[in-house]
């Protein structure tokens, strides 16, 4: 992928004509710029690979946490569809055939004699499920500090376990995080019942060392005078109007607010509020494993982080910033400056297994296609058309 990028230097010639008025519009209103969708199908291939391999992953989790030995029936699985997001109109006995590498199948015969689908892990999956919950106990703190680090973001350090339950998978936090870790840490957190009976997580201590956001910690964001500039990129055939370039100039040099502290100063409707709710999700991004999560996950958290109505429309304003993915039937926001082509820049350790776990689903169909899976283990499954699914 081939990137554009504006740093104050390159575009100060360019944009040398500037008038005094429009940066005094700039700091005390928002301008009204609109910038155009331009599709990134490279951006879009990392939202498509990955789909089916949270889906599975998440069933692996939900089924090692019941017994990873044991088969299940498929309509005990059912009751976990609406965590895997997968399709309406897609079976979930049909999902998990696809994927003989990951769950093998079986049968049992319920109380009116009827053979119904049941199924179990494969040994490889176990494996790269253990991987992965080693991995989380040696790295705990890495987890707690993502966590800390949500919480910090919003105003009363309190959020619902709903909301952290959306952003689980993409934090990096096991499935169970509120049984398997959260009770290891009392003086960190405190599990409450919120005003609306909702179940919540409150931060119990604040720590001066996470206060300082992805932004801040990294130098090469730092120009002369203090100011933090975004990383801005563009792929190929975006085409910036010079009004555009000129507000973008302007709007980068506008002070930086650290989304760990009160906003309360600002005023939304300024492009300098705009650059703090730019932050917050500049900093919620990098909080998260792969540098990105889906739209709706953040729909929520107006709130709790002391955002305007409206906040998401930031999305759409610096797609220099974020991409939006409209691939797999959801908007999914990218960090752009976090990807080189379809690769992350740095990746995490978990980010690696799950690419693991992905290459083990891939061979399974692979597999799957040379005929190896004729038949599920011992049972001649393919053969009954009888056996009830979900």
């Known amino acids: 992928m081939a990137w554009r990028w504006f740093g104050r230097k390159e575009i100060s010639g360019f944009l040398c004509g500037c008038k005094e008025g429009f940066n005094y519009q700039q700091q005390f209103s928002l301008v009204n710029i609109k910038l155009k969708w331009v599709k990134d199908t490279v951006l879009d291939s990392v ?3 990955e789909r089916e391999i949270k889906a599975a992953s998440i069933l692996v989790s939900l089924v090692a946490l019941k017994n990873p030995s044991c088969f299940h029936p498929i309509y005990h699985l059912s009751r976990y569809r609406k965590q895997l997001g997968i399709p309406q109109d897609l079976k979930l006995a049909t ?4 994927f003989p590498s990951i769950f093998q199948e079986s049968y049992l015969v319920d109380s009116g004699g009827t053979r119904v689908p049941s199924f179990s ?3 490889e999956a176990l494996i790269l499920h253990q991987e992965e919950l080693d991995f989380i106990h040696r790295n705990q703190n890495d987890l707690i500090d993502r966590l800390c680090k949500l919480l910090m973001l919003t105003r009363e350090r309190i959020l619902p376990l709903q909301t952290i ?3 689980k998978w993409d934090m990096g936090l096991p499935h169970d995080y509120h049984h398997s870790l959260i009770p290891k840490f009392p003086e960190l957190f405190s599990l409450i ?3 609306d009976d909702r179940a919540g997580l409150k931060l119990l201590a604040w720590d001066d060392r996470l206060a300082i956001s992805h932004l801040q910690s990294n130098s090469s964001s730092i120009e002369k005078g203090g100011v933090f500039e975004f990383p801005i990129g563009f792929t190929p055939g975006f085409g910036l109007k010079r009004k555009c370039l000129e507000w973008l100039r302007e709007w980068q040099t506008l002070p930086y607010t650290s989304p760990y502290l ?3 100063h600002l005023d939304p409707r300024t492009d300098e509020s705009e ?6 999700f500049h900093e919620l ?5 792969q540098k990105k999560t889906e739209r709706k996950n953040v729909s929520n958290l107006r709130k709790p982080l002391a955002l305007p109505q409206k906040f998401t429309k930031v999305f759409e304003r610096h797609p220099g910033i974020f991409y939006i993915s409209k691939k797999c039937d959801t908007q999914t926001v990218v960090l752009r400056e976090a990807y080189d082509g379809n690769q992350l820049i740095q990746k995490h350790p978990l980010g690696e297994i799950r690419e693991k776990f992905g290459a083990l689903m891939k061979q399974g169909l692979l597999d799957k296609s040379r005929g190896l899976y004729k038949k599920s283990v011992g049972t001649g499954l393919d053969e009954d058309p009888q056996l009830e699914e979900d």
């Open 47 to 49: 939202i498509a690979g």
């Open 95 to 98: 999902f998990i055939r696809r």
């Open 121 to 123: 892990l494969t040994p």
């Open 165 to 167: 339950d959306q952003l």
């Open 193 to 195: 019942s919120m005003s």
């Open 262 to 264: 009160d906003p309360s």
């Open 275 to 280: 650059k703090r709710i730019v932050g917050v």
């Open 285 to 289: 991004l990098h909080l998260t494993i």
